[in-house]
């Protein structure tokens, strides 16, 4: 579920009726921080994790076959990685932001950035996986498997992105956390995520006025679980890193 009711919708009676408690405070609108912060972990966490699983299928994809067949096919893709580097990311959103409908739903949008952080994160892994499967191409154990029969697409999945799925797992975890700070700077900035979805993003973008911050200090907290959860997949990128790269260090 992208967003629940209880965490959207206004608290018009709680001068009326306050509630107990809230932990984290309450938003202009009178709606609980906390909920919403937890609500709003679905959208961004789920946008960081989907995203990096297409972004490192497509990237898997093309580097492997760029590095194994070469030839024209490799100069294809590696001038498509060229150009999708060289396009300015802000400038792209805007762009689509200004072209996309308001009759766009939650779900639509949610899908679009998805799908966009995914298209344009795939060109660094390409580009690794394409000099280590270029490095394999010339092994004994790539030549022994052609003489026994086996298909370049077999040689490519059994043997090769075996070999490099070390790398690939530590590439998609530090990945991570800049799919998720993609997401949150895009809806911090009025060009991802808008109301009435919660995300990070769309917590943050209401601390935008500093007058708000004045008056409710509390805005800014959806900003600790952007920077805990960046750490730590950092962390665990580079633990992992140095687990699998013996020369790492």
Same mark, same amino acid.
């Given at each position: 579920?992208?967003?629940?009711?209880?965490?959207?919708?206004?608290?018009?009676?709680?001068?009326?009726?306050?509630?107990?408690?809230?932990?984290?405070?309450?938003?202009?609108?009178?709606?609980?921080?906390?909920?919403?912060?937890?609500?709003?972990?679905?959208?961004?966490?789920?946008?960081?994790?989907?995203?990096?699983?297409?972004?490192?299928?497509?990237?898997?994809?093309?580097?492997?076959?760029?590095?194994?067949?070469?030839?024209?096919?490799?100069?294809?893709?590696?001038?498509?990685?060229?150009?999708?580097?060289?396009?300015?990311?802000?400038?792209?959103?805007?762009?689509?932001?200004?072209?996309?409908?308001? &009759?766009?739903?939650?779900?639509?949008?949610?899908?679009?950035? &998805?799908?966009?952080?995914?298209?344009?994160?795939?060109?660094?892994?390409?580009?690794?996986?394409?000099?280590?499967?270029?490095?394999?191409?010339?092994?004994?154990?790539?030549?022994?498997?052609?003489?026994?029969?086996?298909?370049?697409?077999?040689?490519?999945?059994?043997?090769?992105?075996?070999?490099?799925?070390?790398?690939?797992?530590?590439?998609?975890?530090?990945?991570?956390?800049?799919?998720?700070?993609?997401?949150?700077?895009?809806?911090?900035?009025?060009?991802?995520?808008?109301?009435?979805?919660?995300?990070?993003?769309?917590?943050?973008?209401?601390?935008?006025?500093?007058?708000?911050?004045?008056?409710?200090?509390?805005?800014?907290?959806?900003?600790?679980?952007?920077?805990? &959860?960046?750490?730590?997949?950092?962390?665990?990128?580079?633990?992992?890193?140095?687990?699998?790269?013996?020369?790492?260090?």
């Amino acid at each position: 579920r992208v967003q629940q009711p209880d965490s959207v919708a206004p608290k018009l009676d709680t001068v009326k009726n306050p509630p107990k408690i809230y932990l984290l405070g309450a938003d202009q609108q009178g709606r609980d921080v906390l909920s919403r912060i937890l609500v709003g972990s679905q959208v961004s966490l789920t946008v960081g994790l989907v995203g990096v699983f297409l972004s490192l299928t497509i990237g898997s994809v093309m580097g492997a076959t760029s590095g194994y067949v070469g030839g024209t096919w490799d100069n294809v893709i590696q001038r498509t990685i060229e150009i999708i580097r060289s396009v300015p990311t802000l400038p792209l959103w805007a762009a689509i932001a200004a072209a996309l409908p308001r &009759t766009t739903t939650i779900v639509q949008r949610y899908f679009l950035i &998805t799908l966009v952080l995914s298209l344009v994160g795939w060109t660094g892994l390409a580009r690794e996986l394409r000099g280590k499967v270029m490095a394999y191409r010339s092994l004994d154990y790539i030549a022994a498997a052609r003489l026994a029969g086996s298909s370049d697409l077999r040689i490519i999945l059994a043997h090769m992105l075996p070999n490099a799925a070390s790398h690939i797992i530590v590439v998609a975890t530090l990945a991570v956390p800049y799919s998720i700070l993609g997401e949150t700077t895009l809806s911090f900035l009025g060009l991802g995520m808008l109301p009435p979805a919660v995300s990070w993003g769309v917590l943050l973008k209401d601390a935008q006025q500093l007058d708000s911050v004045l008056i409710h200090p509390w805005m800014l907290i959806p900003a600790l679980p952007v920077v805990l &959860t960046v750490a730590c997949y950092f962390l665990l990128g580079d633990g992992l890193r140095d687990a699998v790269d013996p020369y790492s260090s």
